[in-house]
């Protein structure tokens, strides 16, 4: 133990007490290396200064001068500082709350009580005193009564063993004595140099007694006895034991302060290091490079010479996290820190499980590296998050015995003890889900038209590797709950995607007299990939079947409807929206399964309509169509509204629900296979009751679109695809199939709609049919009164259908009384009866209907006024009145005028 | 060339009136028993509305003329000139003032005797009409209002009927109240709102000997729309025209129906407090029940919807009712003429 330690620490405290920049340099304090423990080390160490040092320190300084004022009897200047003292110790209160009432200052109250006392009975002195000094005594023996209230115990104890501070109050004395400049410190060195020597043995004992603890208990455990320990040595001691003690706290807040002179100075963060390094391969002293005076602020990863354990690693990383979150912490730095630590953790070989850890934590902090929840991620932190989530997955299927689990509790996890099973704290799956939120982000907030895009897109299939490796990971270790997770993304990113391979395998299977060859290649190909339909299957049985949560299962039924929609399976799809009874309660969910369950009809109406059935595919689009909000239904995109309707922080929301955009619906087919299919149900239906009073519109957007088309000044040829639709149901309306079909069916609405649809060939065949059976109905409709009678075979030529469909389609309209004619065997005529009404005979016949309604509303005028003026029995006919019907009270009418 | 027939028959007979004779029962007590109309008149508004009229707008104009004892002779008539937005600001008393002075001057009848409507498918009973000829008739007492049907007249027989207000309805128009009690006091129903004044068509010898020279000249064959069979397009407009009234007037008595069931809940309500106050009454003391007209003023009535509406409604369905019918009567009467002459034939 040399003089020069002590004055080089010496010099450093003071440095760090004059400000705050000071990077102390001491990590990983001696008590964590307990067998190299040695008294240099300890006193080159020896620099860290906190707050508690600080508060201490002032507190000594007051009480130096308050003794000095004793000293000269300056009572009023004793009062001055007492009243300084009593607010600094309130500020050093959260010390001394941690670690007690420390000793000097016990002794300054006690001797400050003794020498009033002395003062108060000494009157001879008293009346020698001036008047403040008489004043300031009185008060400050009043006030220090009071305070003394407090510590009457500690006082007390102390004054029975005062001795055991002698030697100090000596060196105290021989401190106030010398110039009254001298720093605390020169003290705390001091003081420092006594107590090391009885330090020792006791730290000794204590090493060999908490060797087998696990290190960080020992470190806790040993601050701890030594704070209980040395509680009765005396003041001057104190601040410099309080100062030691506290390093391991200085050190945590030390590696705060590091951190934040990291962010400030990035740019020297490469240099520094590479002196980390250097650091960590062994070397003792810290190298100056280029003689910059950085030492004392270059923060580093751990003490140079530290052996690096997985305590120590566990300790850092948990510094490093505790930042995590705070206001002015750098996140890239913190991630760049992280990363390091891997790197420190995987040259040490300390083991998968604390990378594991880590590298849990690298994902947590790439995440958070955005603190807005709406920013989305950076392409190059994107592609970071990726590998890393990549990499742990890989560590964890080459580590299949170690347990990774979010229930681990942060006590029970073993990361470094070989014997028991390793467990580790964290949660693939939630990162992973994070991470498909993040992919989403992205392309929501990418433009869709643009190169980048695509480039976006790509990643798609990493994010549906990882999530597949994921679930062969929980498929083998995870709870069902998990399993259904993970099977959930598995199914939102399979759904929307139509089966190609699945397709094509499907039209060369009708075949099978190909070569055996192929064939087996087929099978291997099929093993090799599965089927996305079996897929799906798998998927979301295990999920309906093992589910707890509602949304889940919501969300994979609706996934599994829209996959079966996808490909044309309509009944399958059918019956399970059906079974699912999701239409009534589809309202009470939130908005993004709303959102999924609108994709689910669209796509399960386009289904119906490619399979020909025109009905289901109306009704299914019905609601999404007349709305005319399809657009914000499907969540691809906002609609324009006044700003009265949705503030700034709504619109975020709804943004945030957009799909991205490869999973679009392409708006313009929903919206002509809507049309077409109102056209196919309407122009019939318009022909069949053009009389009727009570025809209802089956579509009402569908009418608009007429409305729109009639009010057009200019008819041109059709440019747009309403403009087709309307045009063809206009040549609908008149029978004319063949204009009807050329409208809807050419080449610019191959281009804009029907190439869209996978078998696109098939669909044109279904409308031309559609076209041609409909338009025969409405023909029948409008012209069925100028005939006497038609033969079928005409009419099989002019709509291009063959005999029997022709029979059929008449015979159906027979029997639903919408034609009223019979056919004729013999001669394959349709014989016409003419029972329907003339145009003249129809407005009668409307005619007399409301002027029934206007006689029966004429009547209730009556009652009213018989029950009005109906003389002495009004009440109870009114009484009456109320409860009947509308029937009743006629007849009651009746019946009181038989009174009359 | 209709009114020429009937300029002629008045010239042959002296006055013979027009159509409608009949029905002017009820103008007894007005002050004017026959409205006499030169021919000028009637050819003038009949042009008036071939180059303006088209479809279901109206054309008006005013009639000018004098009073002789019972008799309001028209002499004359000039159009108003049709509105259009961008004149807005057109004063169209100040274009009437003008024109009569500018007709004085050339000696002409200068007196405002009513004025002249067209009409669509004889659609005229209207509010507006109501209104505009209780003004006219609050200032001249005489006025009336001529009615002319274009489309009856195309068909072969010249349609114009001349109007006026019963003296009940002027009443209840210058009360200006039509609330139903006021109606039913007046007495007033859709039958005697307006009484039709019966009209002759006089014009100078001279013209009718004209008319005579003319009429040997000109063929038969051109008053074949007379005898015109097609009826269901007129029968139909008709039958909508009337259907769309009826329907005015279901929701009008709906209307009505609602303010008679708040009368009568108000007034049960009433009653029942009464009742009770009364029977407590009665029971304490044994005094006769109180006076019952102070509670009407704690409760507000609801407000009675005009009737005036609906009479005119019921007046307009009569109006429809009676064309329908003089339309199928005749009508049918050239399907038999039809009948029996394609029998005849064969």
Known sequence: MSRFFTTGSDSESESSASGD????????????????????????????????????????????????????????????????????????????????????????LADLEDYLNELWEDKEGKKKMNKNNAKALSSLRQKLRKYNRDYEGQIAAYRQNPEQSDEDEEKSRRDSEGSGSSSGAEDDAGNFLKRRERDEPRSRYKESESEPESESDEDWGDSASESDSESDEDDGKFTSLASKFLKKDEERRGAERRREEKAKKKLERKSRREEEEEEE????????????????????????????????????????????????????????????????????????????????????????????????????????????????????????????????????????????????????????????????????????????????????????????????????????????????????????????????????????????????????????????????????????????????????????????????????????????????????????????????????????????????????????????????????????????????????????????????????????????????????????????????????QFHHQLRVGERQPLLGPPESMREHVVAASKAMKTGDWRRCHRFVVNEKMNGKVWDLFPEADQVRAMLVRKIQEESLRTYLFTYSSVYDSISMETLAAMFELDLPTVHGIISKMIINEELMASLDQPTATVMMHRTEPTATQNLALQLAEKLGNLVENNERVLDQRQGAYGGYFRDQKDGGYRKGDGYLRRGGFRQERGNY | MASRKEGSGAAGGGFGSAKGKGKAAAAGDSAVKQVQIDGLVVLKIIKHYQEEGQGNEVVQGVLLGLVVDDRLEITNCFPFPQHTEDDADFDEVQYQMEMMRSLRHVNIDHLHVGWYQSTYYGSFVTRALLDSQFSYQHAIEESVVLIYDPIKTAQGSLSLKAYRLTPKLMEVCKEKDFSP??????????????????????????????????????????????????SSNHLGKSLQLLMDRVDEMSQDIVKYNTYLRNVSKQQQQKHQQRRQQENIQRQSRGEPPLPEEDINKLFKPPQPPPRMESLLIAGQINTYCQNIKEFNAQNLGKLFMAQALQDYNN
């Not at chain 1, 000594?60 to 000269?72: E, G």
């Not at chain 1, 300084?84 to 000097?104: I, M, N, Q, S």
């Not at chain 1, 891997?342 to 300390?350: F, I, P, Y």
């Open chain 1, 281 to 700: 391969e062994g070397g003792e002293w810290e190298k100056v490079k280029g003689g910059v005076p950085l030492i004392k602020e270059k923060p580093k990863m751990f003490a140079k010479g530290t052996e690096i354990t997985v305590g120590l690693v566990m300790k850092k990383l948990n510094e490093i996290l505790q930042a995590r979150g705070k206001k002015g912490t750098d996140r890239a730095a913190q991630i760049e820190l992280l990363q390091h630590l891997v790197a420190v953790a995987h040259e040490h070989q300390l083991g998968v499980p604390l990378e594991l850890k880590i590298k849990f934590n690298i994902v947590a902090s790439l995440y958070d590296y955005n603190p807005n929840l709406a920013a989305y991620m950076k392409a190059e932190l994107w592609q970071r998050c990726l590998g890393c989530i990549e990499e742990l997955l890989e560590l964890l299927f080459a580590h299949p015995e170690i347990f990774v689990g979010e229930n681990v509790l942060e006590e029970s996890e073993n990361l470094s003890n070989p014997e028991q099973p390793f467990r580790v704290r964290g949660c693939v799956l939630t990162l992973v889900e994070r991470m498909d939120e993040e992919f989403t982000k992205i392309m929501q907030n990418t433009d869709p038209h643009s190169q980048e895009y695509v480039e976006h897109l790509k990643d798609e299939a990493r994010v549906c590797g990882i999530i597949g490796r994921l679930q062969r990971y929980l498929q083998a270790k995870g709870s069902p709950e998990e399993l259904c997770r993970v099977y959930l993304l598995r199914v939102l990113h399979t759904y929307y995607k139509f089966d190609y391979a699945a397709a094509r395998r499907r039209q060369v299977r009708p075949r099978p007299q190909e070569k055996e060859d192929e064939e087996k290649e087929k099978q291997e190909e099929e093993e090799e990939e599965e089927d996305s339909e079996a897929l799906m299957e798998r998927l979301c049985r295990f999920v309906y079947a093992k589910d707890r949560t509602d949304r889940i299962r919501t969300c994979a039924i609706l996934c599994h409807i829209y996959h079966h929609a996808l490909h044309s399976r309509w009944y399958r799809a059918r019956d399970l929206m059906l079974m699912s009874h999701l239409q009534d309660n589809i309202q009470h969910a939130d908005p993004p399964v709303q959102i999924l369950y609108n994709r689910t009809m669209v796509q399960l109406g386009i289904c119906a309509f490619r399979q020909g059935l025109i009905k289901d595919a109306h009704n299914a689009l019905l609601d999404i169509q007349s709305s005319g909000r399809a657009k914000e239904l499907l969540g691809q995109g906002l609609l324009l509204r006044s700003l009265q309707e949705r503030n700034a922080e709504q619109e975020k929301v709804e943004k945030r629900r957009q799909v991205p955009f490869h999973m679009h619906v392409n708006l313009e087919l929903l919206e002509c296979v809507y049309l077409v299919a109102a056209m196919l149900l309407e122009i019939p239906y318009m022909a069949a009751h053009e009389f009727d009073a009570r025809r209802r519109m089956i579509s009402k």
């Open chain 2, 181 to 230: 009690e006021a109606l039913k006091k007046a007495n007033i129903a859709y039958e005697n709102m307006f009484e039709e004044v019966p009209i002759v068509i006089k014009n100078s010898y001279l013209i009718n000997v004209m008319l005579w020279e003319l009429e040997k000249k000109s063929a038969v064959a051109d008053r074949h729309e007379l005898l015109s069979l097609a």
């Open chain 1, 21 to 108: 920049e000071t990077a102390p340099k001491a990590a990983g304090g001696p008590y964590s290396k307990p067998l190299l423990l040695s008294e240099d080390e300890e006193d080159t160490k020896r620099v860290v200064r906190s707050a508690r040092d600080k508060r201490y320190e002032e507190l000594t300084n007051l009480i130096r001068s308050i003794r000095n004022a004793m000293k000269i009897r300056d009572v009023s200047r004793c009062l001055e500082e007492f009243e300084l003292l009593g607010r600094a110790w309130a500020k050093a209160k959260g010390v001394v709350d941690r670690e007690g009432v420390p000793r000097f200052y016990l002794r300054i």
